[in-house]
């Protein structure tokens, strides 16, 4: 099993361009959520999922997009780029309800913003 | 905003040593988990204890939770240049919200 898989590992973009972070599990997890890792800060949920075609927001879901039309995939959009997007990203999945459960997770994308 | 906040914040000791870091967190749990982050990878599930619970070991991990003054710590015992790391506690907030919350880190170096 590959477990979760995060792609690219790293990404450059220009203020104001758009990308989508993918995410993908293959252990039927139906909780996936984001979270965003900066120095000194430890890692803040963006959004999350608790079955495919539910998502809600997370503590900074501003400039963020996400959907879940499988189990399998969670991918996370950057609508306008900026500069303090500049971050770390993870992904995790879990089984059942995310805060009662081992969360697994990829190994992030590193994303600067110029 | 974060909920468990870990001491230290950076840990440096010898192999063979034991490491102690604490968790401390502000409301009432479901349950508590600790986590190791290597350098450059994703975090990795160490230790879930639940709020009912007061110990629980792991191999040479110990984990304590005190509800009643809202702290965890995790023990390392015997440490390796291995176990260099950052742990992470997270906390799972009663109000059955969904979120894990985690806290900032304590940076664990063993040196050989």
């Known amino acids: 099993n590959a477990g979760v898989t995060q792609t690219p590992k790293f990404q450059v973009l220009k203020t104001g361009q758009s990308m989508t972070l993918q995410c993908a599990q293959d252990m039927n997890h139906e909780y996936m959520s984001w979270y965003r890792q900066d120095p000194g800060m430890g890692l803040r949920l963006i959004h999350y999922s608790v079955g495919a075609g539910i998502t809600d927001q997370g503590e900074v879901p501003n400039g963020y997009n996400v959907s879940r039309s499988t189990t399998e995939d969670f991918p996370l959009r950057l609508l306008s780029a900026a500069p303090s997007q500049t971050s770390v990203y993870f992904c995790a999945s879990s089984r059942g309800q995310g805060g009662h459960q081992p969360q697994h997770f990829g190994d992030g994308t590193r994303l600067s913003i110029l | 905003s974060q909920q468990g906040e870990e001491d230290p914040q950076a840990l440096s000791i010898q192999e063979g040593e034991n490491a102690t870091m604490n968790c401390s967190y502000k409301?009432?749990?479901?349950?508590l988990q600790w986590y190791r982050q290597n350098s450059g990878r994703g975090l990795v599930h160490l230790i879930l204890i639940r709020s009912n619970e007061r110990e629980k070991h792991s191999g040479r991990l110990r984990v304590t939770l005190d509800t009643s003054k809202k702290s965890s710590s995790l023990l390392i015992t015997a440490s390796r240049a291995a176990d260099t790391a950052s742990y992470f506690c997270a906390t799972d907030p009663q109000g059955g919200s969904e979120k894990l919350v985690f806290g900032k880190g304590t940076k664990l170096t063993v040196n050989p």
């Open positions: 409301t009432s749990i479901n349950n």
